[in-house]
Nanobody
């Protein structure tokens, strides 16, 4: 698994942004995929997870109703559609892969992308 995240940038409060994370390896569909984020001076926190088939998703309470995680196994890519963005969403966003069915803890993820910066201006 080799993950490459992209799509970060500067957006105004209330705006939208879509992050992508592509896997260049052949085993993408075997893993649950997650997004985490880390704000300056804070711990890395769980944002969202999607199951191997894309049929089940989980979200942190802080993003529920505003963010949507999805995946396209044919393209070996996971997405994070972010809406109604707030300044507190500013962080480096990381995608990650887990062999577990349900995974919302950092320790459950074996593979990590390099991160993409999202900045929400007020």
């Amino acid at each position: 698994v080799q993950l490459q995240a992209s799509g970060g940038g500067l957006v105004q409060t209330g705006g939208f942004l879509r992050l992508s994370c592509a896997d260049s390896g052949p085993t993408f569909s075997r893993y649950s995929m997650g997004w985490f984020r880390q704000a300056p001076g804070k711990e890395r926190e769980f944002v969202a997870q999607v199951s191997r088939t894309g049929g089940t998703t989980y979200y942190a309470d802080s993003v529920k109703g505003r963010f949507t995680i999805s995946r396209d196994n044919a393209k070996s890519t996971v997405y994070l559609q972010m809406g109604s963005l707030k300044p507190e969403d500013t962080a480096v966003y990381y995608c990650a892969a887990s062999p577990l069915l349900i995974a919302n803890a950092r320790e459950a993820y074996n593979f990590w992308g390099q991160g993409t910066l999202v900045t929400v201006s007020s």
